[in-house]
């Protein structure tokens, strides 16, 4: 708070505390999530540093911006984004999903891309290939963090592009709800095994969080 009111901003207002927020999936409280409206709004709102989407392959290996697996939560299909093609994809949701090549050439801010792992590392390994090529081709190398729920993902990056930054991301992790030493080392091990530059932590109801 000290520091906040140095820097002139008025706590009351922002959070009360430093910190730098990220556009999560695009601007979703405003907008469906990772649709080319929630991002371009995102890219547009100062209040946002940087916007992170998640990508993944549909059927005919077009790279999509969406998170989950299936299309049951956003859209009530049960079809899944692997097993569709991008037509279909995009008939589904009325033009609502957004292709990586569609969006990327109209962000400015700084992105974080998750990669949707499906548990193939072969196809996950090349879904990380073409971003980064295609990032390094746009030289935006510096804008873009690489992040991942698969250690496999951030290790294979930190192995072959050890220049591009990477964030390993820990869901639900039971360090984050349960009070034991033991449970908060094993985190920490995790952590440590991956080398990942950042740490993106679900703290759910802040349980346990001076000890992480």
């Not at 994809?89 to 792992?117: F, H, M, P, Q, W």
């Not at 030289?139 to 930054?165: A, E, G, L, Q, T």
Request: net charge neutral.
């Amino acid at each position: 708070d000290e520091i906040l009111e140095k820097e002139g901003i008025n706590n009351r207002v922002r959070y009360g505390y430093r910190c730098t927020a990220g556009a999560h999936r695009g601007a979703s409280d405003e907008h469906r999530e990772n649709t080319m409206a929630a991002l371009i709004a995102a890219d547009r709102n100062s209040k946002y540093a940087f916007i992170e989407f998640d990508v993944q392959y549909s059927k005919d290996r077009r790279i999509v911006v969406y998170h989950d697996k299936r299309m049951l939560r956003l859209y009530g299909s049960l079809r899944s984004i692997s097993n569709t093609t991008f037509a279909e994809l995009s008939k589904i949701t009325r033009g609502e999903i957004a292709a990586y090549d569609e969006v990327i050439g109209i962000l400015r801010k700084k992105l974080n891309i998750e990669i949707k792992s499906q548990g193939d590392q072969q196809e996950d390994e090349r879904l990380v290939d073409e971003i980064i090529a295609d990032i390094r081709a746009r030289k935006r190398d510096n804008d873009v963090m690489i992040s991942s729920i698969s250690s496999d993902v951030i290790k294979y990056v930190n192995r072959k592009y050890p220049d591009i930054p990477t964030g390993q991301v820990f869901w639900l992790t039971s360090s984050t709800f349960l009070h034991f030493e033991g449970l908060t080392k094993k985190l920490y091990e995790d952590i440590g095994t991956t080398q990942a530059d950042y740490l993106m932590l679900h703290v759910a109801k802040l349980h346990n969080i001076e000890d992480l």
